[in-house]
């Protein structure tokens, strides 16, 4: 039914297992599982066929097929449930000490969590034995009598047996409860069910979940860019996927691989003073080159059953809402290179749910709003409120920020910020520590920069370990030089090496094992040096520990005994 709107599907995007990294376990982790439908209208209505059994089949498909039609391109939230894992962790140890308690012989077991409509206040669990075994008691009971410190916990997700969840209805989603907030707030309550859950709607839906500790080994798996590892046997078979982890606590791990990601999260928008038909709203997020729509980038990562890559990526859509929120995230692959016309572009528009004799148009542009992805020559992130131009925007209008008023331009609400979105970045290239600027007068300025990085986060430098390592160890090798003159740099230089190999020991191990790039003293240019503005800023080539000779035009160096 959706085959207008999404041409075919890559092998990629067919997943239907994935392998999550928790680096810091806690009680409080949960997995949420979000339903979402093809934009039709009011949610009330929507799910009344699935609430009660509607002998009309045919004319439901019917009313299924011409909505995907015309609104298969949009989608909106639907419903929603959660897991708490660490019960289901603590369900299968305990199912694991009764089997050996009792002695029996069955390895194969089912964990099922059952939730029915009315009974929303205990989220039981039982456990079907496909053999002989069955658990008794309460899970509940025994995790009030069992307290879990992190380390249990993280030596717990690597020896729990696998099990497999029946969920067997979900909540709907309320429209004004997207936030992380209230869904925070909802999980909260899963943890002790109390009457808050007893008044939300629910839709009977049978969903499966096997949950297991990683393999050793796993086949068939792609990274986060889509990167195939080893082994991958068939590239036909339905891929594993790695999530990338947004650590709560910062991890002192170095980039081995290359990884230039960009994470968009629209929050919220606010057209509440808006004129005219704008209320159900969507925000089509492209990643941009230039200013023509021919510069819309295939950076975009897809969704499930969809091609791998496209040029734009739409939010959900909240029914007859002005004031809409979001919950989506978009993964982006950023260029190796970025200029400053590089630039996110967001298009607000107006969805028709209802089909008009008099306009057969879907969807109305109602909105505009950039922003550059560059700024002071750094990669942006974190939280902007952007305020949204009426009008498509002015020429060259990328390489300016959108909160600088140009003149000639309509904006809303008197240039108010009306468009929330949080970028949150995963890259191997850009930092978010200030640039360090190096002198051009002497060697003063250039020894203050380079103790400059004693002051950067302990993280950021051992993300980028191997880079800067290569180039303390060039900097002692080959020193620059100024006017001539050599800078003597050297003590500076190892006071840096000595203090980032206090950091992590073991990487400073494997850096020296498997990663450590010595230059080679003939064969240095200066593109691998600190970008200087001065020209006359060179290296030196005279080192006190070699002599060179020139035999026949070939360079041989040899080592000069003291």
């Not at 020894?447 to 290569?470: C, K, N, Q």
């Amino acid at each position: 039914m959706l085959g207008s709107h999404i041409p075919y599907a890559d092998t990629s995007t067919l997943a239907r297992g994935c392998i999550f990294n928790v680096s810091h376990p806690t009680s409080d982790i949960f997995i949420v599982v979000r339903l979402e439908k093809v934009l039709q209208g009011d949610l009330n209505e929507c799910i009344e066929p699935y609430l009660k059994e509607d002998k009309n089949r045919d004319k439901l498909k019917s009313i299924a097929v011409s909505v995907c039609e015309r609104l298969g391109k949009y989608r909106q939230a639907f419903a929603w449930t959660a897991i708490n894992l660490v019960n289901v962790i603590n369900g299968g140890n305990s199912l694991e000490r009764e089997s050996d308690r009792d002695s029996v012989g069955s390895s194969s077991n089912t964990n099922s969590l059952d939730r029915k409509s009315g009974g929303l206040d205990q989220l039981r669990r039982r456990a079907t034995d496909i053999g002989t075994l069955t658990r008794r008691g309460s899970l509940e009971r025994r995790d009030k009598r069992r307290s879990w410190s992190p380390d249990h916990l993280a030596t717990s997700l690597d020896t729990f047996r696998p099990i497999t969840l029946t969920m067997s209805s979900f909540f709907k989603q309320e429209g004004e409860k997207l936030k992380d907030d209230d869904l925070y707030k909802c999980l909260q309550e899963l943890k002790r069910p109390t009457m808050v859950l007893k008044k939300l709607k629910c839709i009977p839906a049978t969903l499966k979940l096997e949950i297991l500790p990683c393999p050793l080994e796993v086949k068939n798996c792609l990274t986060t860019e889509l990167a195939k590892l080893h082994p991958y046997p068939d590239d036909k078979a339905r891929p594993l996927k790695e999530i990338l982890e947004f650590p709560v606590k910062e991890l002192l791990v170095p980039h081995y691989t290359y990884r230039n990601l960009l994470f968009v999260s629209p929050k919220e928008l606010n057209f509440s003073n808006r004129t005219g038909s704008a209320r159900n709203l969507a925000v089509r997020v492209q990643l941009m080159a230039g200013e023509d729509e021919k510069h819309s980038l295939y950076n975009l990562f897809g969704r499930s059953s969809a091609p791998e890559m496209t040029n734009e990526a739409y939010t959900p859509v909240t029914y007859h809402s002005k004031c809409p929120v979001f919950y989506d995230e978009i993964k982006i692959k950023l260029p190796a290179t970025l200029a400053d016309n590089h630039h996110l572009l967001f298009t607000f528009y107006h969805i028709s749910c209802q089909r008009k004799i008099e306009q057969n148009i879907v969807d109305t542009p109602v909105g505009y709003t950039w922003l550059p992805l560059l700024r002071d020559g750094r990669l942006v992130s974190g939280e902007f409120c952007l305020p949204v131009m009426l009008e498509p925007p002015p020429l060259n209008y990328s390489y300016i920020p959108p909160d600088v008023c140009l003149p000639g331009t309509k904006w809303l609400d008197n240039h108010k910020g009306l468009f929330t979105v949080t970028l949150d970045t995963a890259s191997s290239i850009h930092t978010h520590d200030p640039p360090k600027v190096l002198g051009l007068y002497c060697g003063i300025i250039f020894r203050a920069a380079m103790l400059g990085l004693s002051g950067a986060r302990p993280e950021t430098i051992v993300r980028h370990l191997p880079v800067i390592f290569d180039n303390i160890i060039e900097l002692l090798v080959q020193p620059p030089r100024l006017l001539g003159h050599t800078i003597n740099v050297g003590h500076t230089i190892f006071k840096n090496y000595l203090w980032i190999s206090t950091l992590e020991n073991a990487l400073l191990a494997t850096y020296v094992q498997y990663q450590c790039n010595l230059p080679h003293p003939l064969f240095t240019s200066n593109q691998n040096s600190p970008d200087y503005e001065a020209s006359s800023l060179t290296r030196s080539t005279r080192i006190q520990t070699l002599r060179l000779h020139t035999f026949n035009t070939q360079k041989v160096w040899t080592e000069r005994l003291a």
